[in-house]
């Protein structure tokens, strides 16, 4: 079925049916070591199990110990969305059985997180729109199970304790999100957000951020919220979109047809682009959540709170806002504040040369940068800028900017620069890319273009205008991309217009 089909579908189901959305998003906090004990959260890659000890094993009368910079992680996602922190928290036992938990609890917090009623704003097709945030809580994450054939090609599941105790950070919001994509821009905006902070990585297909939608309906205009479902197992900001509209579409069906929903948890399966039931949803009753006796309540006193407050770094909304003050467009801004090398080379090259337009640097940095990295460098590995800086970049704005490069070469440059690291300075002169702007000598090169392309010439004659980027083309392979294309241009008109 076609994309817009669907979206019609879509369209008028909520006509009838108003979505109602929460959504959980559980983040790796990027420390060195483990929550509650000594060993290194750098285990990707590593043989299974080799980053364990007794208390992330869950071996009986292991005593965990709390890591100080997991809290501080924490607190500082509080303070960037506006939460509270009480003075005093303190850590749960959330209690249940899974072959990855093999204390049968995982360390949590239950009625007093680290933070509560923050707030998140994202910008959508349909304007700015504000989220609440319950709370951003720690715990620990569990072990991992892999599922793999046996010896005799039986299914066996074998246990993976290296991620087991790694700290994560759960935030959930209020049920205040109301479409899919809401929920897509809240999960991309979070994501920037405690990437920019530093407090994950956040990489959605490595597990790092793990996003859960909690889905209901309700007729427009009742007050009273459904029975809801909640959505796993979602590993790309698409699928997240995909997952909840394909919710919105079988619920509202279930519910045209009579049939009462049952609060279950469903997977999501990208490559049937269908939910499935995973189980029926457990209650907070059922975990007999009570205080860890293992570990001291935790004070947070106002100073310590004061000083993870001041050292945050600027937050994406506060960077599109400065970026709007420079003069940059809303949609330049976006991108560049939603990737972090883009900041980098945009600030860089600002900073490089104060006097360069902020326009002039944005559009570079949007247009440019993905077009030569893209050729030249494996950007998974390397992000956008490769091996450039801030002064390559901005020397470089300024010398096309002065017209002694043409924008041809400069992108050349820009490639070479990103790949090796050269000063673009040293790349011009070594390559010997000096614009020609010279009317005389380009004048020689467009008379030998038109006498060796009678075909295009007499399509220019017969009105038709691509003809002439095929003259000026042909100019520019003669001299490397050295002319200047507007006087190439005008030397090619003038005579074409005398010679007709
Ligand atoms: P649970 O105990 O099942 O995890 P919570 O009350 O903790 O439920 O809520 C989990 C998430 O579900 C939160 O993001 C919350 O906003 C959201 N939520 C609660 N009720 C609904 C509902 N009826 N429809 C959609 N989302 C809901
Ligand atoms: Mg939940
Ligand atoms: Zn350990």
Redesign the pocket.
Known sequence: MSATAATDRLAGIVENWEP?????VHGQLRTASKMFCGCSTAYDGAAPNSHTCPVCLGLPGALPVINRRAVELVLATGAAIGARTPEHTRWDRKNYFYPDLPKGYQISQYDLPLAAAGELTIDTSDGPFTIRI?RAHLEEDTAKLVHAPGPGGERISLVDFNRSGVPLMEI?????VRSAEQARRYAEELQLLVRTIGASDADMERGQMRV?A???L?RRGTEA????V?VKNMNSFRSVERAINFEIERQAAALDAGEPLV?ETRGWSDERGETYRMRV????DDYRYFPEPDLPPLRVDAAWLAEIRSALPELPAERRRRYGTLGLAQGVAGTIVANNDLVTAFEGALAARPELRPVDVGRWVTQEYAAASNTRIDRSQQGFVGNSTGQGLADLIAEQGKGTISLANAREVLSLHIETGTPTSAIIEQEGFRQISDAGALGEIVDEVIAANPGAVADVRAGKAQAIGFLVGAVMKETRGQANAAVVQAALRERLAAGG
């Open positions: 109602v959305i929460g959504i959980e319950t959930v919001t209020e049920p205040d859960e909690n889905v209901s309700r919220f459904g029975t809801k909640e609060q949803k457990e209650t907070s």
